[in-house]
């Protein structure tokens, strides 16, 4: 397995990835694919990565930049994360999250804040905290990774290719 960054041509492989590991899931409204269009239309991925098995892509990693209410900034929202249904389990998804946390630390960045699973992000360090919170989700599933210094007192907003716009 090798992760690397995405490049151009890689874009119809990552949407049907998403398209394939969302499909189903209560938790989803089978969007995640969109997202990752408007980020990349936006400009707003941060940081891309795909997994790949030989030659083929099977999963992909966006991290982009997250607005909060205190005016702090190198705060950047993890998500989508995707790996094609038959790969996983396997670890491709770990890879995935090892080497964006990676790179944001190489880039000093502050920390990085999802909205996910507790048990599978967990294992990376990320918690719940009433201290940044993102309005009108579950708290539970809302999670933050302080990557230097302490975690701010701040409402976070991601970027707007999340919500559609």
């Given at each position: 397995m090798m992760?690397?960054p995405e490049?151009?041509?890689?874009?119809?492989?990552?949407?049907?990835?998403?398209?394939?590991?969302?499909?189903?899931?209560?938790?989803?409204?089978?969007?995640?694919?969109?997202?990752?269009?408007?980020?990349?239309?936006?400009?707003?991925?941060?940081?891309?990565?795909?997994?790949?098995?030989?030659?083929?892509?099977?999963?992909?990693?966006?991290?982009?930049?997250?607005?909060?209410?205190?005016?702090?900034?190198?705060?950047?929202?993890?998500?989508?994360?995707?790996?094609?249904p038959s790969?996983?389990?396997?670890?491709?998804?770990?890879?995935?999250?090892?080497?964006?946390?990676?790179?944001?630390?190489?880039?000093?960045?502050?920390?990085?804040?999802?909205?996910?699973?507790?048990?599978?992000?967990?294992?990376?360090?990320?918690?719940?905290?009433?201290?940044?919170?993102?309005?009108?989700?579950?708290?539970?599933?809302?999670?933050?990774?302080?990557?230097?210094?302490?975690?701010?007192?701040?409402?976070?907003?991601?970027?707007?290719?999340?919500?559609?716009?």
């Amino acid at each position: 397995m090798m992760v690397r960054p995405e490049k151009a041509g890689d874009e119809a492989a990552i949407a049907a990835i998403t398209i394939a590991a969302f499909a189903g899931k209560s938790y989803s409204n089978q969007t995640e694919h969109l997202i990752v269009d408007r980020l990349r239309r936006a400009g707003a991925l941060h940081i891309s990565l795909v997994a790949m098995d030989s030659e083929e892509i099977i999963g992909h990693i966006a991290f982009s930049q997250v607005t909060l209410s205190n005016g702090d900034e190198g705060w950047f929202g993890l998500g989508p994360l995707s790996v094609a249904p038959s790969w996983q389990r396997q670890g491709f998804g770990r890879a995935l999250v090892k080497a964006g946390l990676e790179k944001l630390t190489e880039q000093e960045a502050k920390g990085c804040c999802l909205l996910g699973s507790p048990d599978y992000y967990g294992a990376f360090g990320f918690v719940n905290t009433p201290d940044l919170v993102l309005p009108e989700v579950p708290p539970q599933y809302f999670q933050v990774l302080a990557l230097s210094g302490a975690i701010p007192c701040a409402t976070v907003a991601f970027h707007a290719g999340f919500y559609g716009e």
